[in-house]
C-alpha cells in the first residue's frame, strides 16, 4: 500500500522547488495533495503535474503573511476537500544582505524574511492546527543548515534566525501536541538546486563552490533529495520521530 494512502496534505509553497516535488511525491504516494502558493500559476502547474501524474490534487492562492487568509483558507480546504492530516510549511525566501549592508535593504530583509519563513509557519500552523490535532496530524517544517548555524557564502541574518526559529517552533509544537499523537518534525536541505539560489548559482560561482567544498557528497542537491525525507516524516515509518530535524545536506554539518 502506498505510504500516504488515506492522508490530505497541505503544503505551502508548492509553486515551485522543493515544495512542488514534495507535492508530486506525496501524491505519488497516495495523498491527496492541497498545493498552496502565493503565486496562482506555479501553484496551478504544480497541480497540473500531479494529476498529469495520476494524482490527485487542488491548488489555491495562499499568501503564508496574511493570517485571516490562512484561517479562511483552513476552512475552504475543511468544506471542500476534507481532515487535513499532514502539512508542509515549506513556503520560505532568501536574501543575502548582511548587517552592515544598506540600512533600507537590511530591515526590508528582516521583515520579510521573517513574515514568510517564522511567521508565515506559525499562521499555517495556527490556522490547521484544529484538524491536525483531530486527526493525529503530522507536522513538517523546512529548516536549513542555518537552523544551526550562519553560512559565510552571502546571506541574511534575518535567514538563519528565521531558519533558527524554525527549528526552535518545531521543538516547541512537537513538546506540546506529542501526547495528543501529533508529531511535528523537520528537514534541513544543504545547497539545494531551485529558483531561490538561481542567481548566486549564475553569479556567483565561487560561494557553490566554498558551499561544494564543505559538502561530503560534493554535489548540490536536487529538490527531489528532499522527497526522501518529507515522505518518511509524514508517514507511519516515522511513527516514534518528533522533534527531530533530518538533514539532508550532503553531509555539510559532519563537516
Ligand atoms: N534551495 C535551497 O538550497 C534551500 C536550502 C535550505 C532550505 N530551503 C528552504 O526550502 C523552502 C523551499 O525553498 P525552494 O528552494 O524550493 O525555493 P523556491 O523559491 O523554488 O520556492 C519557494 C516557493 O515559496 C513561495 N512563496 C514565497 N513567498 C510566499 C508567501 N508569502 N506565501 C506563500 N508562498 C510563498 C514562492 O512563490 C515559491 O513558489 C524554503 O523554506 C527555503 O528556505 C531551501
Known amino acids: 500500500m502506498p505510504l500516504l494512502q488515506n492522508h490530505i496534505a497541505v503544503i505551502t509553497g508548492a509553486g515551485s522547488g522543493i515544495g512542488r516535488a514534495i507535492a508530486v511525491g506525496y501524491a505519488r504516494e497516495g495523498a491527496r495533495v492541497v498545493a498552496l502558493d502565493v503565486d496562482a500559476d506555479s501553484a496551478r502547474q504544480t497541480a ?33 476537500v476534507g481532515p487535513v492530516s499532514i502539512l508542509v510549511n515549506n513556503a520560505g525566501i532568501a536574501r543575502r544582505n548582511g548587517m552592515t549592508g544598506a540600512p533600507e535593504a537590511v530591515i526590508k530583509d528582516w521583515e520579510d524574511v521573517i ?43 534575518a535567514y538563519t534566525a528565521s531558519k533558527h526559529g524554525v527549528l526552535g517552533f518545531t521543538r516547541a509544537l512537537a513538546v506540546e501536541l506529542g501526547k495528543e499523537g501529533v508529531r511535528v518534525n523537520a528537514i534541513g536541505p544543504g545547497f539545494i538546486e531551485t529558483p531561490l539560489n538561481a542567481a548566486t548559482r549564475a553569479n556567483n560561482p565561487e560561494a557553490v563552490r566554498l558551499f561544494m567544498e564543505h559538502t561530503p557528497l560534493g554535489r548540490a542537491g536536487k529538490p527531489e533529495d528532499i522527497v526522501g525525507p518529507a515522505i518518511f516524516l509524514a508517514c ?10 533530518v538533514m539532508a545536506d550532503g553531509g555539510y554539518r559532519a563537516v
Open 48 to 80: 497540473k503535474l500531479v494529476s498529469d501524474a495520476g494524482g490527485t490534487v487542488d491548488s489555491f492562492v495562499l499568501d503564508v503573511t496574511d493570517r485571516a487568509a490562512c484561517t479562511a483558507m483552513a476552512k475552504q480546504i475543511a468544506d471542500t
Open 236 to 245: 507511519d515509518l516515522s511513527s516514534y520521530v518528533t522533534g527531530s530535524i
Open 115 to 157: 513574515a514568510i519563513n517564522l511567521t508565515g509557519v506559525f499562521n499555517v500552523t495556527h490556522a490547521f492546527l484544529g484538524s491536525l490535532r483531530a486527526n493525529k496530524g503530522r507536522i513538517v517544517n523546512i529548516g536549513s543548515i542555518q537552523s544551526f548555524v550562519h553560512i559565510r557564502q552571502p546571506s541574511s541574518p
